[in-house]
């Protein structure tokens, strides 16, 4: 049964967050890095970290709210604050230097669990792929990516091997998401077997 607030979606393919429909459409969270840079006033370029309030610190202008909006509603903002006392017609550019939101959590039977990077488009194997392939008692059709899109977390439920086969589409991951690789029983108990068998045979070299 799934937990409070988790929706157990058993199709193949998921909506996108809606942050993430594309690049252009991201939204910055706090602990993201951007890169604002203003056209001929090198001196007030500057790499800001958004901060736990979702502002980022800037020269002239001070305090600027960066937490949900896109680079462009950014980019904006700034050009309107500087261009009101300092700077006529300034020109703005702003680009994401480091999202955390862009980040995807890779856990279970994997050989290298962690977070990836999530640019552009990308996909289930490609992720699984970062994360080094299923380890030895990895369960190809146990797959689980979870996502929260529209304040609400689902579950869907994807196979590799039917993936592999071409029988279903290789799903897009987003940032945000999480993917869990089951364990195959059958493959934990042919484990188990391995790593025990030299211990017996060596206990068996030792019978009188």
Do not use: C
């Not at 969270?29 to 006033?41: H, L, P, Y």
Request: hydrophobic content about 40%; overall charge neutral; charged content about 20%.
């Amino acid at each position: 049964m799934p937990g409070a607030g988790l929706v157990a979606v058993h199709s193949a393919s998921s909506q996108p967050p809606s942050s993430f429909a594309s690049q252009t459409d991201y939204r910055l969270a706090a602990q993201d890095t951007v890169e604002v840079s203003v056209f001929q006033v090198p001196s007030l370029n500057r790499t800001a970290q958004v901060d736990g309030s979702g502002r980022i610190a800037l020269p002239l202008i001070g305090a600027v709210t960066a937490a949900g909006r896109t680079t462009r509603e950014l980019e904006a903002d700034i050009a309107a604050k500087l261009g009101a006392k300092y700077v006529q017609s300034p020109q703005v550019s702003v680009s994401v230097k480091d999202a955390v939101g862009q980040r995807v959590t890779v856990d279970g039977a994997v050989k290298k669990p962690g977070v990836y990077a999530a640019k552009g488009e990308t996909s289930l194997l490609q992720v699984i792929a970062l994360a080094g392939g299923l380890d030895e008692v990895g369960d190809s059709d146990s797959i689980t990516l979870f996502r929260v899109a529209n304040q609400q977390r689902t579950a869907s439920q994807h196979s590799l091997s039917a993936i592999r086969a071409g029988r279903v589409a290789d799903p897009p991951v987003y940032g945000g998401d999480t993917i869990v690789i089951g364990e195959s029983a059958a493959r934990n108990a042919w484990k188990m077997v391995k790593d025990i068998a030299p211990i017996g045979g060596a206990a068996r070299a030792f019978v009188p």
